[in-house]
């Protein structure tokens, strides 16, 4: 060593003038040297330009100058900061990395079980050696997916107090809202650790925080001979333990949403229609949109409480679409059950549900349709009542197709309704089609404006004499589903009311009513 400067005398406290350098110099510095003034034409070439090593636990880059005597400078730059920074860098960017990969998987589903599947295994592969997702309970069993690294995910429903692991009960209740808790290996339970697993070292509850309650719980364990988790792990896990608990109480929502629509819907649909009392019935309906599967168009039938009495058929149409005028044909359904002590008298039950309507906080309105079916021996009488609705049409066995004589206002738009209500009857094949104004309204055919109409619709049931009444259904549908394509179209729904072709026999000991066969 010939010279130094003050800085390198700090860095290098035994160097000296005319001290060797390899006993002055780390190992990596005087290899470095020794490589580069040793003779051959390719020497000084060999050695890169920029070295680095450590020098009492500091980085440094080592940067050689060769003089123009022969002999050889090197300048040494402590970058141990920038390296601790771009070691920093390239972790953040690593976790920032999982951290979008965890959002994208978890909030692409809206299943409960699949992002308890994925929170436990994504925390298992990246921030422990084996995971567990808790979701709160509602009964004395908890459900639990448990992970180890390399695994898959496995549910249990555990019948465990959560108030006997330090930290658990208190991250599922949300309170107090500490945000993690590290708790002795040797007081968790059985049930928390992994079958095979081994000693663990190490375990933190976190708690995964929800839309404004709790998601759950995080557990997360680290073997004997893994590290203790740092406090930086501790505040990347409740990173990642915030996107899982956001996804989980969102499936958590839906689900409960789900769950409250599937029971109001199955009020609000229509029902399947059969035959009642040797009168055969049937329905369809489609709403205006296909992703709904309520709307304003509704129909309903009700069986006669006494044998022999006619069955009550209601089919009606709500201003409006959607969920808003499918609650009002709820309660318009609800009303006319009330009523049907009195579905005998058609014209009473559209005026006191006129009055039902007008004082209700609805400003919609309805057209609607009564209908009374009874079985008199081979023929099916009719009583048909219209509130301003499209008129009933009849199709007789020869494939004439008449219009009931009943016309009325609508429903509750009006203080005072009137309506009329005229009679009919169905010899065996004939049939009485009720349907809502969304069937002849629809737009359509080759031009795409043109209205199906009434006249098509009479031409289209022509052609359906003799058919039973589910075929006519069918058949009505698919022609208008024809007509408009793809089109944006009303609701539509029709019923079907017909005298079956069939023979009555009577009971052998000649009291019992018998009954109908094909």
Known sequence: MVRYNDAAGLILPAAAPGASLLDVA????????????????????????????TIDG??????????????????LVD???????????????????????ASNILLSSLNLGRCMDVTAQMAAESLADAALAIAPSRSSRLPVVTCLRGGKPVLADMSVDPDDVPGLGEALRGFPPVPSRWIDPAAAPAWMVPEGFGPVGSIVITPLPGHGVPAGALVLLRKAETASFSAEEEVFARLFAARAGAAMSAARLYAEQTAITDVL????????????????????????????RIGGDFYDVHPATVEGEASLVSLGDVCGKGLEAAVLTGKIRNTLHALLPMADDHQRMLSLLNTALLSSHHTRFATLVLASAVRRGSMVDLKLTSGGHPTPLIIRADGTVEEADTRGTLIGALPS????????????????VLYTDGITEARGGPMGDALFG????????????GMPAEGIVEHVQMLAAQWLGSRRHDDMAVVVISAPRTHHLSAVNGHTRGRFTP
């Open 26 to 53: 780390p190992a990596w510095l005087c290899a470095a040297h020794t490589e580069l003034i040793s003779p051959g034409p390719h020497a000084a070439a060999d050695i890169e330009t920029t070295l680095r090593g």
């Open 58 to 75: 500091r980085r440094f880059e080592a940067h050689p100058t060769i003089r123009s005597d022969g002999s050889v400078a090197w300048w």
């Open 79 to 101: 970058d141990t900061d920038h390296q601790l920074a771009r070691e920093a860098l390239l972790i953040e960017r690593e976790r920032t990395g999982f951290l979008t990969k």
């Open 265 to 292: 819907m199955r009020e609000l649909m229509p029902p399947v229609l059969h035959q009642i009392s040797g009168v055969d019935f049937a329905g369809g309906y489609r709403p205006s949109a296909d992703h709904e």
């Open 417 to 432: 309704i009137s309506s009329s209500t005229t009679a009919a009857s169905l010899a065996p094949g004939e049939s009485c």
């Open 454 to 465: 009434e006249a098509r619709l009479k031409r289209a049931l022509s052609g359906c004499a």
